[in-house]
């Protein structure tokens, strides 16, 4: 069984850090590609960024430049450090952990991110 549990959201300033966690519990923690998702009000949930079990990372395009990921495999933990946040990254920030080869997908319950002056 797994289950992910996010953490470090809060409200912030725009021009402000934060930096989410992500909890893992259940084995095989190294193998799952991480990643996580944003959803704001009315609009569709978007890759935010993704670490694959390799290492290699992706980010949405809204977030490139500004934003990092990282993973510990020996604590099961998933980071998304944020820099120079915007208004507009305000959103429920979702941890994904998947393996798409044998269509495992998990969800964390979010964590609200907000941007505001």
């Known amino acids: 069984q797994i289950q992910l549990v996010e953490s470090g959201g809060g409200l912030v300033q725009p021009g402000e850090s934060l930096t989410l966690s992500c909890e893992f519990s259940?084995?095989?923690?190294?193998?799952?590609?991480m990643g996580w998702y944003r959803q704001a009000p009315g609009k569709q949930r978007e890759l935010v960024a993704c670490?694959?079990?390799?290492?290699?990372?992706d980010f949405g395009d809204s977030v490139k430049g500004r934003f990092t990921i990282s993973r510990d495999n020996a604590k099961k933990m998933t980071y998304l450090q944020m820099n120079s946040l915007k208004p507009e990254d305000t959103a429920v920030y979702l941890c994904?952990?998947?393996?798409?080869?044998?269509?495992?997908?998990?969800w964390g319950q979010g964590t609200q991110v907000t941007v505001s002056s």
């Open positions: 994904n952990a998947a393996i798409q080869a044998i269509a495992r997908n998990y």
């Open positions: 259940g084995s095989a923690f190294s193998i799952y590609d």
């Open positions: 670490i694959r079990r390799t290492g290699n990372t």
